[in-house]
């Protein structure tokens, strides 16, 4: 049993075969968790990682299924962290899967420097909104702009945490390409994969996947493209199988 609050409902992780606590008013994820989740490389039998801007646990889910690993979910904000708690409990993950309330700038002097094997962070896209914007739902506008950290914020943590050698992955917007490359650097984070991610075939991409090594050589490596919708505006199967795995998929297809 799982205890629901207010508007929140218990979804579906069709191809991790999980479940997860959500709320159209307060946070539901996107593409872009499942995306950054798929793309990531992780230690599959031990190692330890680290998700900050982790909403209601979505990336620490998705990657339960591919590793045997430790993760730390980092979220500030306080009913996000809690139904993130709350769904962690409910999938039997809590001896391998654990929330941190806290702000994600503090989290190096927490959890330690340069001891995590990979870092992963679904940032906040956006500059930041307008009071009224702030006003309407508090809870997206946190999520979605950067009024509680900024993307410098987010990769320096990161780096912090992060051994040498290990990896960083970030999911964000191909608008901000030479700002994270910059920044990355910046502290010691060199980019070694990118992968841009397309709407629908003849459009401009939208999505960006980017994963750095600690103090790694240059030598950068660009991805073959993935489309999200095919010409009938369906999944293409490469989503479907992300999103319902690859029995599901087919049997979608």
Not at 19 to 35: H, Y
Not at 100 to 124: F, M, R, S
């Amino acid at each position: 049993m799982v205890n629901l609050r207010e508007d929140e409902r218990l979804d579906y992780l069709l191809a991790e075969d999980l479940r997860i606590i959500q709320s159209p008013n307060v946070f539901s994820f996107s593409l872009d968790a499942v995306l950054l989740a798929r793309f990531v490389w992780v230690p599959i039998q031990k190692g330890k990682i680290v998700d900050l801007c982790s909403g209601n646990g979505v990336i620490p889910l998705f990657l339960s299924a591919r590793t045997k690993g430790t993760i730390i979910g980092v979220e500030i904000q306080e009913r996000l962290y809690d139904m993130a708690v709350r769904s962690i409990e409910y999938n039997n993950l809590d001896d391998r899967l654990h929330m941190i309330h806290g702000d994600l700038k503090d989290a190096p002097k927490d959890l330690g420097y340069e001891k995590y094997d990979v870092v992963t962070c679904n940032p906040p896209y956006f500059l930041t909104p307008s009071k009224e914007e702030i006003n309407m739902n508090e809870h997206l506008a946190i999520a979605r702009h950067e009024i509680l950290c900024t993307l410098e914020d987010a990769i320096k943590a990161s780096s912090q945490l992060v051994k040498q050698g290990g990896k960083v992955a970030f999911v964000h917007r191909p608008g901000r390409l030479i700002d994270i490359i910059e920044i990355m650097r910046k502290y010691r984070l060199e980019p070694k994969r990118i992968q841009f991610v397309y709407p629908k075939a003849g459009k401009e991409a939208n999505t960006l996947l980017i994963e750095a090594i600690k103090d790694g050589s240059p030598d950068l490596k660009i991805l073959e493209p993935l489309t999200v919708y095919d010409e009938n505006n369906e999944y293409t199967p490469v989503i479907k199988e992300m999103l319902y795995g690859s029995k599901k998929a087919n049997r979608n297809g």
